[in-house]
């Protein structure tokens, strides 16, 4: 992939907020002092009396949007996932989960890949919190097609929706003209019947690139974008622990928790099937370059492809 | 307002005292106290101030009305009932299996009920986000919201007063219930919130203090909210915690317990003692 264009998934939240915009006056975005870095300030630039800053206080944002929504608006509310889904929990969850209402979360700078800006900033908990809010839909696009038919997607499902965008450009492979995004369907990126790699967010390109070292290697790994972590798509997972017998699961996120425990779980009731997780193991993250970060906590292509062939062969 | 429609509030204050300590008897749990220092507010709002219609709980130009301190529903829910949202009856099944009042209020099982609150200062907020909305949309509607004197130690408070003040919420009214009492003792003993009223200044709101028992004093600090633009107003009641059961007046303990079938007989016994002497008189 590497002559394909790479673009933040952040960034097509931004775009697609504006393009809501355009066609529904009952759109409103606030955010909390990060409208440059959620790329809110697309959709504020252009909307200025629909963009509201909240400044830091996030608490205090999400249940504002609750109120909003409850007047019929559909509420966006941005900040750093660390942020949103971890600082703001409580309002998250009671005012916006157990409602019910309209509020639909962006929440950027989610992961490792979040890099220079330490632990503090990279948010590996994010799936694990709001998984566990009933009703709470969890998302995680893999480039900015995705991200873009996402938003559009969270605007037209009714209750809450957290969507997870990362900061750093990644490579944009989905053909727009053909892509379709459902919630709570995933995505066979290639087929094959070895085992399965189920992966998110930005470690789905990486995916991709592993199932093609492991093919030189003779072996032939399926593929899945599960791009929407909770409702999980059973049915496909199912499929893959009947026909590959094997699941690697993989994301920016501590493997407490997230995508890699809601595949795990489901499987161990319904067909139980040997899983590995690749994630953060149970530790924060640390400054650097963020493709360094990933590197180092095997989160790429050579990490994943060297996970399954043990895994494989093992 | 003339000297009958004071009576009939005072009346049906008396019986929203009643409902509290019919929902909290029948619970065996759930906050009197405040519920009952607060009882001459719900009853104003719901038979003097808010635009409503029980028949019509959900039509858009409504007033709003939020209990950020949501603990107290025990009121709201028996000036709810009396106004007639939903059966007297449906008091006694307070915080019970399969029953639509919540212990804290529940938007989506009572009709009427504007937001869910009980998680103390995100009312609020939600308060906020809805008198930010009615101006985008040109809804003529206000919003209400009711917050306790602890409840205010919470910092999200703060975020949404700054957020009312910076967005110009002048379809907003804070009133915060002072009764001065929380679980664990007197406010300004356990954290202290005072100066409220400066703070609240400081924080760009309009305000006033008044007695919240005195009808002729919460009709003139709602009278003159009405008359100011472009600013948000706060109301600082001045109230006594467990206002009309004599052994619950001014006592920390009544925060969260409920009476014994003892203490029931004898606050109803009170309550209806001076139901009679403001229906005789």
Known sequence: MADVKKIATRAGYGAALKELGELHDNVVVFDADLAGSTQTAVFGKAFPNR????????????????????????????????FAA??????????????????????SHGGISVGEDGATHQCLEDFALMRSIPGMVVMSPADEVEARAMVKAAYEHEGPVYMRFGRSPVPVFHDEAAFRFEIGKGEVMREGRDIAIIANGLLVAEAVEAGELLAAQGIDAR??????????????????AEECGKIVTCEEHSVIGGLG?????????????????????????????????????????????????????? | MTANEKRALEINACKVRMGVIEGTYAAKSGHPGGSLSSADLFTYLYFKELNIDPAQPDKPDRDRFVLSKGHCAPGLYAAMALRGFFPWEDLKTLRHIGSHLQGHPNMRSTPGVDMSTGS???????????????????????VYTLLGDGEIEEGQVWEAFMFAHHYKL????????????????????????????????????????????????????????????????????????????????????????????????????????????????
């Open chain 2, 120 to 142: 103390l200062g995100q009312g609020v907020s939600a308060a906020c986000g809805m008198a930010l909305a009615a101006k985008l949309q040109n809804n003529p509607c206000r």
């Open chain 1, 51 to 82: 963009h509201f800053n909240c400044g830091i206080a996030e608490g205090n944002m999400m249940a504002v949007a609750a109120g909003a929504a409850s007047m019929g608006m559909v509420a966006f509310a941005s900040s750093f996932a660390m």
């Open chain 1, 223 to 240: 593929i899945i974008n599960m791009a929407t972590v909770k409702p999980l798509d059973e049915e496909l997972v199912l499929k893959a």
């Open chain 1, 261 to 314: 425990d809601a595949v795990c779980s489901f499987l161990s009731e319904r067909r139980p099937t040997p899983v590995r997780r690749i994630g953060t193991p149970d530790v924060f993250g640390h400054s650097g370059p963020a493709a360094e970060l990933l590197r180092q906590f095997g989160l790429c292509a050579q990490g994943i492809a060297q996970t399954a062939q043990a895994f494989v062969r093992g």
């Open chain 1, 86 to 107: 971890g600082r703001a929990y409580e309002q998250v969850r009671n005012s916006i989960g157990y409602t019910g209402l309209n509020v639909k979360i962006g929440a």
């Open chain 2, 170 to 281: 002048d379809n907003l009214r804070v009133v915060i219930d002072n009764n001065g009492l929380q679980i664990d003792g007197p406010v300004e003993q356990v954290m202290s919130s005072y100066p409220i009223l400066d703070k609240l200044a400081a924080f760009g709101f309009e305000t006033a203090e008044i007695d919240g028992h005195d009808f002729d004093a919460i009709e003139g600090a709602f009278a003159r909210a009405g008359t100011v633009k472009g600013k948000p107003f706060a109301i600082l009641m001045k109230t006594t915690k467990g206002k009309g059961v004599s052994y619950m007046e001014n006592q920390v303990g009544w925060h969260g317990k409920a009476p014994n079938a003892e203490q029931y007989e004898i606050a109803m016994a009170e309550l209806r003692a001076r139901l009679a002497e403001l229906e005789g008189s």
